[in-house]
């Protein structure tokens, strides 16, 4: 029996002869279900079409693992290497033998973890692999579908995975959306991995909020503050998002402030719409 994987989002689905009718995921109002209707795949099909593991250093001490081409949303994990242990961040929508070999090599998983529920599909496959502790935000917990085999541990609040390696629950995009506070990140400047909790823009020179990207949806003024407040004890210059690219390279905490300022300006109707 397979394990069912939306094409969509690439969530899993527990072994069963059968999918579910629809993934919960998408029909939630911050994704969306194809027109032509709900699909399906397994990580065999995915491997027939040609996607593979792809592995990058993107720093010193962290390692991208994503898939070529992209499944789904097209996220890219990153494995934040310290001394005591690495945490999985954001898994990838595909992952092969090569790119379990890569963190293997790379020291293997004390826990994984996602920003938030769409980032969730193949957690259970990296615990089950390595024994690692699967982390979830208290508040979007029950969005995970298909368990690991190890019984999950939710937090809220902050936790400190490893040392200069805290998880930090910002809200906005899903109550328990997070990010990653990795002091030794950027040469020791500090970096936030931040998944679309704090969504990075093109141009790598500001940031967004966002309800829904796919759906354009806004998020009010307190949770944008909110996300603003959850970060401002940190130091840290550099952002990762959820994606090989952008990348808000500097300047990132300054940038996080200005940007803020800015929605919030719009969201009041007091940005000067010349
Ligand atoms: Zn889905
Ligand atoms: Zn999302």
Redesign the pocket.
């Known amino acids: 029996m397979p394990v069912w994987i ?6 899993q689905y527990p072994e069963a002869t059968s999918p579910p009718e ?6 939630d109002e911050r ?1 969306w ?1 194809p027109p032509t209707g ?1 699909r399906w795949t397994t990580a065999e099909e995915l491997a027939a079409a040609g996607h593979r593991g792809e592995v990058r250093e993107v720093e010193p001490g962290l390692l991208g693992v994503g898939a070529e081409p992209p499944v ?1 949303i097209g996220q890219r994990a990153l494995l934040v290497q310290t001394a005591e242990g690495n945490l999985l961040w954001d898994p990838p929508g595909y992952l092969d033998e090569r790119s379990l070999q890569a963190v293997g090599d790379a020291g293997g998983l004390t826990a994984v973890a996602a920003s938030h529920p ?1 980032f969730y599909g193949t957690i259970a496959t990296w615990s089950d692999r390595f024994d690692a502790e699967v982390l979830l935000a208290e508040p979007d917990a029950g969005w995970l579908a298909r368990p690991p085999r190890r019984p999950p541990r939710t937090w809220s609040g902050t936790l400190e995975v490893l040392p200069g390696v805290t998880l930090v629950q910002c809200g906005g995009h899903f109550p328990g959306s997070s990010v990653v506070h990795w002091a030794e990140g950027a040469g020791g400047a500090g970096a936030l991995l931040s998944g679309d909790t704090i969504f990075v823009t093109p141009g790598e020179d500001r940031v967004t909020f966002v309800r829904s990207a796919p759906n354009r949806l806004p998020l009010p003024e307190r949770a944008v503050r909110r996300v603003v407040e959850a970060v401002r004890p940190y130091r840290f210059d550099r952002i990762y998002g959820g994606w090989w690219e952008p990348v808000l390279r500097r300047d990132a905490r300054a940038v996080v402030e200005r940007s803020a300022e800015r929605y919030v300006q719009w969201l009041r109707g007091e940005a000067g719409e010349e």
């Open positions: 939306c094409a969509t989002c690439a969530n629809v993934c919960a995921i998408c029909a994704q279900v709900q789904a769409h």
